[in-house]
């Protein structure tokens, strides 16, 4: 590895977190480190991506370059695509739970997921006993970030012990405190009106967890040997807590204080102080006490600024304290011991000498933790991750490459009620059941490989065509889609999509399947249901069913009610294309869905069969279009991405990329082929397969070779190692249409085979 020295500089970052004038902890620490660097480092642009729970009520500064609505998942998915394309070199995260949307906060690696860049993630909270959602989130972080930041050690073993982190994963850096002069409190009273008393002060956004009761309850035994004695408890009461009760919190705290007859040695301040200002009163105070209740408590901001300012600091022993105030750096009480508190808070009060060495101490140790240090610290982790990003490599030359058919995976899917559909990586997920789609697709699968052996061919044939025929109602005259894993339907008709795969399905078997039981049986069943084609009303349903029909006149010639299908829907298509199309636009569409290669196949196949050579022509120009916005920079298959859907006349995006479209991509191709005989097609097609095998924009194989099977999407962050039924059987499909093209002399467009 390059020494940190020679790596290149960091000079433009995206932080992600709360920012002022939102008002908690995370907001002020953001707010800091933007500040920090801004001040040690002012050449480096920091694009700052602030967390909004309430949608327009900050008015946030200049530095805020976008909010992000908690509980809005496309929001996510939108920012993820302006960081993407900011220039940005990393993302600096700021982690708590309660700060995102969705379980545990999970919507934020939705937005992780859809970025290439670095992430350093500091972590706020470490929990050692996490729910289900809350490991599974973090588990999410760890797997994507190349830098995980803890603010004290014991966060690191955590990470380690209860979720299997790797330790060169993780730093230690602690949290940041104000680079101030060491003052004499007295110095600063007057201004509080606190001259002549000896103070204690807690800071913090009130809530219960806080132990302010601890803390009152001491008060009495201190006010008889320093009846001058004041409490300051500065906040305002957390926001949640009040949306919930008001200020019924605070109010039972003043009552205690009254029952204890230490009212007028209490001040409580209902106010979010500004920085400088939380600093003046900091310096003010004589002692800094935190009676929190949580021992896990691995991260206290409060507590940082206390020991960065130099204050003699009591405090309950959790994780943070415990480190920050060893090595007598400050004093530790049991948890909700207030005669401990009164004892301790007595000593210090009653010895200006011990008093002024014990913040002294804590002064010193404060200054290891400045500001500049903190973002020294994570820039040199932030360039360590860049260095590391993966470089382009140049990849092997996969043109010339086909992988034979192989079912074992589709036979790993499947049982005898017919092939599931989705999975935990490779092991079938049986709580999402089954569904026609999948099922109609390893129909055409089990007719369309070669030389496989005719029981085990015979077997799922009627595995898969018994799971259509019995997904037919006949009172609805549709097909349904969805099944449970216990065989029950959860609806009476299936989407129109499903229904018109399942009429394609048909049309392909009445005219390849290798056995004449089970031609027949797809003619009678075609007979049967595919008058329904003539009511969809979705354009891909309509394009499935005519592909259907299509190759049952390859079966049958002249039949008649696939002749209906072909005729009644292609000048249909020709319509919406000339009403969608712009100058720079050639689609049927505003916008760019999934399957999109099967319109212009539909119309290819359906002017072949009508003799109609405009709906081929309209069908080649469509197809070229979309070839052309499914083609990298670089010369590969780009795949459609799902973040582009429903976007009205906008290019493509990268991400996720499917498995379908490169399937639909290839047979649309070799559609293109068969009606012109122009080997550019052909072209065309290998370049569409050789996505599968790593010709894509990560140069990542999503085919597993020796078993058939196939990953789910190509992510930003690499692939989704989930192997579906869909995603399997467009490999295999694909595999099987690409097998009988020669491929003499021809090889795909492009050699920059260069992979970010």
């Not at 972080?141 to 380690?160: P, T």
Request: charged letters at 20%; one cysteine or more.
């Amino acid at each position: 590895m390059a020494k940190p020295h020679t790596l290149a500089p960091i000079t433009h970052l995206a932080m992600i977190g709360n920012f002022l004038p939102r008002q908690c902890g995370i907001a002020t620490f953001t707010t800091d480190v933007y500040q920090a660097m801004r001040n040690r480092c002012p050449d480096i642009q920091v694009d700052v991506y602030a967390m909004d729970d309430h949608p327009g009520r900050y008015d946030y500064p200049a530095a805020v370059v976008g909010a992000i609505p908690q509980d809005d998942l496309s929001a996510y998915v939108d920012t993820a695509r302006t960081i993407e394309n900011s220039g940005a070199q990393a993302i600096w995260l700021q982690h708590e739970y309660g700060i995102f949307g969705g379980a545990a906060g999970d919507h934020i690696l939705t937005l992780l997921d859809r970025t290439t860049l670095p992430l350093v993630v500091t972590l706020h909270t470490v929990l050692e006993k996490p729910s289900a959602d809350e490991r599974r989130v973090l588990e999410g972080l760890l797997r994507r970030a190349a830098k995980i930041v803890v603010m004290a050690e014991r966060g690191r073993e955590i990470l380690a012990r209860v979720y299997g982190a790797s330790g060169k994963q993780i730093v230690m850096i602690p949290h940041g405190v104000p680079d101030r002069a060491f003052v004499d409190p007295d110095t600063l009273k007057d201004q509080f009106g606190w001259a002549g008393r000896e103070v204690i002060l807690t800071f913090g956004l009130l809530a219960p967890g806080k132990g302010i009761e601890t803390m009152i309850e001491a008060l009495p035994t201190v006010k008889a040997m320093h009846p001058t004695l004041l409490y300051v408890v500065l906040g305002a009461t957390h926001p949640n807590l009040v949306a919930q009760e008001g200020e019924k919190y605070r109010d039972r705290l003043k009552a205690q204080a009254a029952e204890l007859g230490v009212a007028d040695n209490i001040e409580f301040i209902d106010a979010f102080v500004e920085h400088n200002e939380l600093l003046d009163y900091l310096q003010a105070s004589d002692i800094y006490a935190t009676p929190y209740l949580n021992p896990a408590q691995i991260t206290s901001g409060t507590l940082s600024y206390a020991v960065g300012v130099g204050k003699a600091v009591i405090s309950t022993p959790y994780v943070h304290a415990t480190e920050i105030l060893a090595d007598g750096h400050g004093v530790l009480v049991p948890f909700r011991d207030s005669a401990a508190f009164a004892r301790e808070i007595e000593t210090l009060l009653s010895s200006p000498r011990d008093r002024k060495r014990l913040s002294e101490r804590a002064y010193v140790r404060g200054r290891t933790m400045i500001w500049p240090r903190l973002v020294e610290a994570t820039l040199a982790e932030t360039k360590i991750a860049v260095a590391a990003k993966p470089r382009r490599i140049a990849l092997p030359d996969v043109a010339q490459t086909v992988l034979a058919p192989d079912i074992a995976a589709v036979e790993r899917m499947s049982d005898a009620t017919g092939m599931l559909q989705h999975s935990i990586y490779s092991v079938p997920d049986r709580r999402h059941g089954y569904c026609i789609d999948d099922n109609a697709r390893a129909l055409m699968l089990m007719s369309a490989v070669p030389d496989l052996d005719p029981e085990r061919r015979d077997k799922w044939m009627t595995i898969y065509a018994s799971f259509v025929q019995y997904a037919w109602n006949p009172e609805a005259r549709r097909f349904r889609n969805f099944m449970n894993f216990d065989r029950t339907w959860c609806e009476d008709v299936g989407s129109e999509d499903s229904n018109g795969r399942a009429i394609w399905a048909l049309g392909v078997t009445a005219r390849d399947a290798q056995d004449k039981k089970h031609r027949d049986w797809a003619m009678r069943f075609f007979d049967e249901t595919a008058s329904l084609a003539l009511d969809l009303g979705s354009l891909r349903a309509q394009s499935f069913a005519m592909l259907g029909a299509a190759a049952m006149l390859e079966a049958r010639p002249g039949h008649d009610l696939a002749l209906s299908i072909l005729k009644r829907f292609p000048d249909d298509h020709l319509a919406l294309l000339a009403e969608a199309r712009r100058p720079d636009w050639h689609w049927f569409e505003i916008v760019l869905a999934y399957d999109n290669a099967r319109l212009p196949e539909a119309l290819i196949r359906a002017g072949g069969a009508l003799e109609r050579q405009d709906l081929v022509d309209c069908g080649l120009a469509t197809l070229g279009w979309i070839v052309e916005k499914q083609t990298s920079p670089h010369g590969r298959f780009r795949a459609v991405g799902t973040e582009t859907f429903h976007r009205p006349y906008a290019e493509p995006l990268k991400f996720d990329q499917q498995p379908l479209e490169a399937q639909a991509t290839v047979d649309a191709c070799l559609a293109a082929f068969a009606a012109t005989g122009d080997p550019h097609w052909s072209v065309e097609a290998q370049r569409a397969y050789a996505w599968y095998l790593g010709a894509n924009d990560l140069g990542l194989p999503l085919a597993t070779a020796t078993d058939g099977g196939c990953f789910d999407g190509l992510m930003p962050t690499g692939l989704n190692r989930n192997q579906g039924a869909e995603s399997i059987l467009a490999l295999q499909l694909a595999s099987c249409a690409i097998s009988g093209v020669s491929t003499s002399g021809q090889g795909v467009a492009g050699t920059d085979r260069a992979v970010a």
